[in-house]
């Protein structure tokens, strides 16, 4: 027995919204953890797990991206200034659906990812300051000593933004939708951009 379409949206974003939102309300361990893959100018991948904090923008198809931060001294952000294209993967096990999105990747303004930053929980903005991210440190305590002196250095004031961190958007030129079915026998919806809109086609599992 063949199994209804599901409604999906002629707008991808939108159904990648509402597919986040069920993964939230399911309960899902994580449903913000992404995998994010990028690569260097000569080609060569690497790819790492980091938390997806929402599309920026609004309606408009260039005004929209996903949005993620980092230490801009990383890995990911060196092979992002020399390769600015970059891919994302959902999963959500418990509700058996995927999004892989690829697009090219811009940075957000100071100004955004200062308004992010000043969100996140004091151990964590003393955390960013902390980490020399992606480079060769001797061992755990010169981690646990830089963190301890950061903590006496803001001890009873706000703590800034560092200049070497800040925000992602990832503005999304194809985007495809997979939903786990039985006997292997999956579905798989692409959406990728034209100077039209966006183009909609169902693919093989």
């Known amino acids: 027995m063949s199994l209804q379409e599901p409604a999906l949206d002629a707008d991808p974003l939108e159904v990648l919204a509402a597919w986040y939102r069920d993964a939230v309300e399911s309960g899902a361990a994580m449903p913000d953890a992404v995998a994010l893959a990028t690569s260097t ?3 060569r991948p690497s790819a790492r797990m980091v938390l ?5 923008g609004g309606k408009g198809m260039s005004a929209r991206a996903l949005v993620f931060f980092t230490n801009y001294e990383s890995r990911k952000a060196h092979e992002l200034a020399d390769n600015p294209r970059a891919a994302m993967l959902f999963y959500w096990s418990a509700l058996t659906r995927q999004v892989r999105v690829e697009g090219k990747v811009e940075r957000l303004g100071a100004g955004e990812s200062d308004v992010y930053f000043a969100t996140r929980g004091r151990e964590s903005k003393l ?4 980490s020399p991210q992606s480079r060769s ?5 010169e981690l646990d000593r830089r963190y301890a002196e ?13 200049p ?3 925000g992602y958007r990832l503005i999304p030129d194809s985007i495809e939708f997979w939903i786990g079915r039985e006997h292997r026998l999956h579905d798989r919806y692409l959406y990728t951009r034209s100077d039209r809109g966006w183009n909609f086609e169902r693919l093989a599992p």
């Open 164 to 166: 070497f961190w800040g």
């Open 52 to 56: 997806y904090k929402g599309m920026s």
């Open 150 to 162: 950061l903590e006496q250095e803001y001890a009873g004031r706000e703590i800034p933004r560092p």
């Open 137 to 141: 440190i001797g061992d755990r305590v």
């Open 127 to 130: 955390g960013a300051w902390a």
């Open 41 to 43: 100018a000569a080609g």
